[in-house]
């Protein structure tokens, strides 16, 4: 699977959108970008995924560059219940090991009030 | 209805203890996986299994870790002679289909004293 990068940390005012990056240029024809987040003492909780196209959910939207080089995870009402630790993971549709999750260390978002 | 639970929540093991950690999937799943998250990083994977048959099990760090899934539903890891590097939070997942997306458990957080 492509290796994703990450910052450390960022943060957010309550109320205001979170815009979370993603790098993972070596991503390949057939990878999903998938976003989990992890709430302290909980968890990794999905929260979207995508191949192409952006989408949006109840939760978030996430913006996929044409290139499929990095992507935007969208948070539009950051409340203080979105603080966590965000995941990148790209992932491949099918064939080998594809149904291991592999995590980097995250964004930390803190949203402050 | 119900999510992934897992047992104990928390547990202190003496150092050369036996622990066994236990999970409940979705009803209904059948994929389960085990993570392993240190302090301060992303979940790594431990093994899979698809129903009661463990397909891989790469991620097992040595061979004190053993994982069982008898019947095809709950699952237990057990680590055998406990070390203080064991120490860390063990999660679980369950999938129902393979291009569904993994619901994680809360985990437990194991320390060896």
């Known amino acids: 699977d492509a290796k994703t990068t990450q910052p450390p940390s960022m943060d957010c005012a309550e109320g205001r959108a979170a815009n979370l990056p993603c790098n993972h240029s070596t991503i390949s024809g057939n990878e999903y970008v998938y976003w989990y987040r992890q709430i302290h003492s909980q968890g990794p909780q999905y929260i979207i995924h995508?191949?192409?196209n952006n989408e949006t959910n109840e939760m978030a939207s996430l913006i996929i560059t044409e290139d499929r080089k990095s992507s935007t995870l969208i948070l539009p009402h950051a409340t203080l219940r979105d603080t966590a630790v965000y995941y990148c993971?790209?992932?491949?549709?099918?064939?080998?090991?594809?149904?291991?999750?592999?995590f980097g260390k995250g964004t930390l978002l803190t949203v402050n009030p | 209805g119900a999510g992934v639970s897992q047992s104990p929540r928390y547990k202190v093991a003496k150092r050369g203890q036996d622990v066994a950690l236990r999970c409940d999937p979705i009803?209904?799943?059948?994929?389960l996986f085990w993570y392993q998250q240190a302090l301060g990083q992303g979940p790594e994977f431990l093994t899979y299994?698809?129903?009661?048959?463990?397909?891989?099990k790469s991620g097992l760090p040595s061979d004190r870790f053993f994982a069982e899934r008898p019947e095809g539903s709950v699952s237990t890891l057990k680590i055998q002679r406990t070390q203080q590097e064991d120490s860390a939070v063990y999660l679980c997942?369950?999938?129902?289909?393979?291009?569904?997306?993994?619901?994680f458990g809360p985990g437990t957080r194991l320390l060896v004293l």
């Open positions: 995508g191949l192409k």
């Open positions: 993971i790209v992932r491949a549709a099918s064939g080998g090991s594809n149904y291991k999750l592999t």
């Open positions: 299994f698809q129903n009661e048959a463990q397909l891989d």
């Open positions: 997942a369950s999938r129902g289909r393979p291009r569904e997306t993994q619901y």
């Open positions: 009803s209904g799943h059948v994929s």
